[in-house]
């Protein structure tokens, strides 16, 4: 399986970068972790929404709206809902954390704040059976160190410790770093343009691919 961190790939070069990896990877199917910017992909595609995405298109994906891009290979929007991908249970948290529109209903937010999760997105992906893997755009406390302090959100603790999956891949901070959180193996995805990760299905093992100068 291929596992693929922030794309950011409205840019020309992280879009080559991001379509590099599935050509090389050579798998069947593929995990994001959000800032995606690109919907028109080779291969079937589970992914979570980032705080930077063409937000008109999300929504359309979470209404279920398959007509804007290639029906076979279109990017499925993991949105507190879980799926069975190679006999794992695989969900997604989508979107970033705001203090400001967290207690608000998903209905009130508009334009960009669209982004961001909602206490009741929270709440209904605690409630997913079976989760194996967890995808979050935002990290949990504990994983990382970013200008001397921990970015963690409390959300996305509460949401771990519920779930308790054996991984959960993280995207938004663009470096890779692992942490064992409340018995989970956490990983911090680096981004696309670094290189991309594959997945063993069997095991949760990851490897890391560092992109090829000639991509």
Not at 22 to 50: K, M
Not at 124 to 150: I, K, S
Not at 169 to 193: D, F, K, M, N
């Amino acid at each position: 399986m291929l596992l693929l961190g922030d794309a950011h790939a409205n840019d020309p070069d992280n879009r080559e970068a991001l379509l590099a990896a599935y050509r090389t990877a050579d798998e069947e199917v593929a995990l994001q972790v959000g800032d995606l910017l690109h919907y028109d992909l080779p291969l079937s595609t589970w992914f979570i929404a980032g705080n930077n995405e063409e937000f008109d298109v999300i929504e359309s994906l979470r209404g279920g709206d398959a007509a804007l891009v290639n029906p076979d290979a279109r990017p499925r929007l993991l949105a507190n809902n879980v799926v069975e991908i190679e006999g794992l249970g695989i969900a997604g948290l989508s979107g970033n954390y705001a203090p400001t529109q967290y207690d608000r209903e998903r209905s009130e937010l508009s334009g960009e704040k669209r982004r961001h999760f909602v206490r009741k997105d929270v709440e209904r992906a605690m409630d997913l059976p079976d989760v194996d893997v967890l995808l979050t755009h935002e990290a949990p406390h504990g994983l990382l160190c970013v200008a001397g302090r921990d970015p963690g959100c409390e959300p996305v603790d509460a949401l771990l410790e519920a779930l308790s999956p054996d991984l959960c891949l993280v995207g938004h901070y663009h470096r890779h770093s692992e942490a064992t959180i409340g018995g989970s193996r956490v990983v911090s995805l680096a981004p696309v343009w670094e290189g991309y990760y594959t997945l063993d299905a069997g095991t949760l093992e990851l490897a890391f691919h560092e992109r090829s100068t000639s991509d």
